[in-house]
């Protein structure tokens, strides 16, 4: 279960060194968009040796359609990232061609048969929009479904994708939801997209609180000082926790109850289910800490 996934352009020894340190649950290694084409072979070899040896190093590679995909993951895949970011993804088709390769590389370059993980950016092509259910079943490898607005204004050619109080225009604000529904369609996790302003520490914790609302489980970073709010928004609260175990208590104190009263609100098995996803999660977080505590 990742929060936060934090970016890091690829041809920055600095920023890659300071990665790690920072508490992102994920490291996103970038050979796509913040990384100019002149850098590219530098970016993939200092990719490699980054993400070897590391369990939470993840590559995002160039679209599957530009000519470049290929050399990134040849140069890439010996070190074995966690899992590979698809940028630009026309349908599902891109990340099923994607699994077929990394059988190939996998098996080449000696990694575990089927664990490297994908995660498509599945809103930055206007056409991707039409045929999202695509991801249902599509491959084991789908580790979830993030969305962007940046390449997708650009391809609208729109002058801007947030309104002047912040917020997503509502081309954007469709493409967030459909994401949302695609991800809990196909059973993987939906992950929000970046928030760009990296000074704006309240706007970017409204954002992330919207998003856990929302059914998002995580988010893009692309700046250190996001991480910890991201992680915050992610984790439920203890008060979270206390009511989830509340609502579990209450069902099995009434075995054959299928709607129930608490504090004045119906809950039924929507709830209990919610419910019962909070503590699962708030368990694995205790035991994740406990583990990084053991270590130290
Ligand atoms: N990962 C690791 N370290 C980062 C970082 C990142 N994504 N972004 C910034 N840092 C480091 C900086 O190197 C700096 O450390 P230093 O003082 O030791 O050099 C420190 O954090 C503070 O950075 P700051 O000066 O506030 O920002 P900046 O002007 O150096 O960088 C960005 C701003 C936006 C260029 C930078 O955050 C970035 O490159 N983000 C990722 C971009 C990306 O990957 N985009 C693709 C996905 S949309
Ligand atoms: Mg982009």
Redesign the pocket.
């Known amino acids: 279960m990742i929060r936060s996934f934090?970016?890091?352009?690829g041809d920055?020894e600095?920023?890659?060194?300071?990665?790690g340190a920072?508490g992102a649950d994920a490291?996103?290694v970038?050979l796509?968009?913040?990384v100019a084409a002149d850098s590219r072979p530098r970016a993939r070899e200092l990719a490699r040796e980054y993400i070897e040896g590391r369990d939470d190093a993840w590559l995002?590679i160039n679209p599957v359609d530009s000519g470049e995909a290929l050399d990134d993951l040849q140069a890439v895949m010996p070190a074995a990232p966690s899992g590979i970011v698809l940028p630009k993804a026309r349908s599902a088709d891109d990340a099923a061609r994607l699994a077929t390769k990394l059988d190939e590389l996998e098996s080449r370059y000696d990694v575990s048969a089927g664990t490297t993980r994908i995660l498509p950016i599945c809103t930055e092509r206007p056409r991707a929009l039409f045929s999202l259910d695509s991801y249902v079943g599509a491959t084991p490898r789908l580790a979830g479904l993030t969305w962007?607005a940046?390449d997708l204004s650009a391809a609208l050619g729109a002058r801007a994708n947030r309104g002047e109080d912040g917020h997503w225009l509502s081309p954007y604000e469709l493409a967030r939801s459909l994401c949302l529904f695609a991800a809990a369609a196909a059973e993987v996790p939906a992950i929000d997209t970046?928030y760009?302003d990296?000074?704006d520490a309240e706007g970017l914790a409204s954002f992330a609180a919207r998003a856990a609302r929302d059914g998002f489980t995580g988010m893009?970073?692309?700046?250190?000082?996001q991480v910890a709010t991201i992680n915050e928004a992610f984790s439920p609260s203890a008060e979270d926790v206390r009511r989830a175990e509340r609502i579990v208590a209450l069902f099995r104190a009434h075995p054959g109850a299928g709607a129930l009263a608490l504090d004045g609100e119906m809950i039924d098995k929507p709830h209990l289910a919610q419910a019962r996803r909070t503590i699962a999660l708030a368990t694995k977080l205790k035991t994740r800490q406990q583990g990084q505590g053991d270590q130290q």
């Open positions: 934090l970016f890091v352009p920055s600095r920023k890659l060194a300071k990665a920072v490291i996103i970038d796509e968009d913040s995002r962007g940046e970046v760009t990296f000074r893009l970073a692309i700046h250190p000082a």
